[in-house]
């Protein structure tokens, strides 16, 4: 099982969102709103805010959790529907889940999902 994070620009949800839907077996996605910054600025990446000088990005943070075989190609689908071009396009990260438990039936690992 992996779980896959995505943090993407506002304005590409909707386009992420069906591609998503548009895979074979897509087992559910959670949506949530967040803040942050990417890398620093400059050369070397250094970034040194003076307090009054912090802000912060809005972007979407989407989770899937899915079977082993079926990861490659949402990371895929959303790449490919999160891209722009431009800075700030955002982020995809894969781990490893080691349990999954629907509570509603018990059912676990990919059945739960």
Do not use: C, W
């Amino acid at each position: 099982m992996k779980q896959i994070k995505a943090i993407i620009q506002d304005h590409r949800l909707s386009a992420v969102v069906n591609a998503l839907h548009e895979l074979t077996h897509f087992p559910g996605i959670t949506i949530i709103d967040v803040y942050g910054q990417g890398r620093g600025r400059g050369k070397g990446g250094a970034y040194q805010p003076a307090e009054d000088q912090l802000f912060y990005h809005r972007r979407k943070l989407i989770e899937v959790v899915a079977a082993d075989d079926l990861a490659p190609n949402i990371v895929e689908a959303i790449r490919k529907a999160a891209h722009t071009g431009n800075a700030g396009d955002g982020i995809i990260v894969v781990t490893e889940i080691t349990q999954t438990v629907r509570i509603r039936t018990g059912e676990e690992q990919e059945h739960a999902v």
